[in-house]
């Protein structure tokens, strides 16, 4: 069982930058692939970013490509999501994810374990 709780979201204007961090609890952290999704006003939640288990390989969603960077501490058991260049479109609760294989998947149906999530509201 894992634990998953985002924070860091809040309400920024177009072009600002924000760091979203996942704190998990247990000690398996560093057997997941972890990962993060949006759900936008109106529309379905979407895959933005995953990461493997020990952080060397990232993936992202075309939308946030070289704006958004994921990185994970496994020592402290975060995720963390670094935010750039964000945009109105950007606005959405962002939640983490997490799953037990080696590497992250872009469905909503390859994680276990979720948080509750955080709003980000970029402002234009």
């Known amino acids: 069982q894992v634990q998953l709780e985002e924070s860091g979201g809040g309400l920024v204007q177009d072009g600002d930058s924000l760091r979203l961090s996942c704190a998990a609890s247990?000690?398996?952290?560093?057997?997941?692939?972890m990962a993060w999704f949006r759900h936008a006003p109106g529309k379905e939640r979407a895959f933005v970013a995953g990461?493997?288990?020990?952080?060397?390989?990232?993936d992202y969603a075309d939308s946030v490509k070289g704006r958004f960077t994921i990185s994970r501490d496994n020592a402290k058991n975060t995720l963390y999501l670094q935010m750039n260049m964000l945009k109105p479109e950007d606005t959405a609760v962002y939640y983490c994810?997490?799953?037990?294989?080696?590497?992250?998947?872009?469905?909503?149906?390859?994680?276990?374990?979720w948080g509750q999530g955080t709003q980000v509201t970029v402002s234009s």
């Open positions: 247990g000690r398996t952290f560093s057997s997941h692939s």
């Open positions: 990461i493997s288990v020990r952080g060397d390989l990232a």
């Open positions: 994810a997490a799953d037990w294989r080696d590497l992250p998947g872009v469905w909503e149906r390859d994680y276990d374990y």
